[in-house]
């Protein structure tokens, strides 16, 4: 089945700093892929998806570029804020038949100011 | 109006006790979700549910009875508890199971003394 790798926490960084959290997958034919962010105290809720190859999907300032030929889809951030610590998951979904999401282990990122 | 609504937010048992948790969402999605959350923060899917059938079932004791009366509801039934069912138990939906945008719960942090 699938899976997902991602980059081992935490990470912490100063307020403005470039972000980049690494993910990769392994996939049979041509899965979506999610990033999830899990605010302190809170469910997760969907940051930005892509669908296909080369597609980037993007929001508060994330992006992230899916890139079959490294089977990457790392989430970066040109600069950070306090508020965007939170712990950060990776997620792909199956091709065909009955979709789930398979996440990574999480990545806390804490900012600070 | 919270879209997917988890009671009750903390449960704290004893061993060998039997407990639910209950699961609405008010999008009218068809399809519904129960992933537990261990304390290293590894997400994990546990079931799921399109229209009141079963469609996921994970490698997960038969303690654990997920019921579903309707497709706004899934409720997740945990019998003879034990040490190792302590997480996180996050509840979820989509439209449908064809690896749509999940929405979920802010969780119910189950401990088990």
């Known amino acids: 089945g699938n899976s997902v790798t991602q980059m081992e926490g935490p990470v912490t960084l100063s307020e403005e700093a470039f972000l980049t959290i690494n993910c990769t997958y392994t996939a049979t034919g041509y899965p979506s892929l999610f990033w999830y962010v899990q605010y302190p105290g809170e469910g997760l809720q969907l940051l930005l998806k892509?669908?296909?190859?080369?597609d980037k999907g993007s929001n508060k300032g994330f992006e992230a570029t899916y890139r079959k030929e490294t089977t990457s889809f790392h989430l970066e951030k040109g600069s950070v804020q306090v508020s965007d610590s939170a712990v950060y998951f990776c997620a792909t979904d199956l091709n065909f038949g009955n979709e789930k999401l398979t996440f990574g282990t999480g990545t806390r990122l804490t900012i600070i100011p | 109006d919270t879209a997917v609504s988890q009671t009750p937010k903390y449960l704290v048992t004893q061993m060998g006790n039997d407990k639910s948790i209950k699961c609405e969402q008010n999008?009218?999605?068809?399809?519904m979700y129960w992933y537990k959350q261990d304390s290293k923060k590894f997400l994990k899917i546990m079931f799921s549910?399109?229209?009141?059938?079963?469609?996921i079932n994970e490698t997960v004791p038969n303690r654990f009875s997920p019921k579903s009366p309707d497709k706004a509801h899934l409720n997740l039934h945990i019998n003879s508890l034990e040490l190792g069912d302590s997480a996180v138990y996050f509840c979820a939906s989509s439209q449908s199971s064809g690896g749509d945008i999940q929405y979920f719960g802010a969780g119910t942090r189950l401990s088990v003394l």
């Open positions: 549910y399109n229209n009141k059938e079963l469609i």
């Open positions: 892509a669908t296909k190859a080369d």
């Open positions: 999008l009218g999605h068809d399809t």
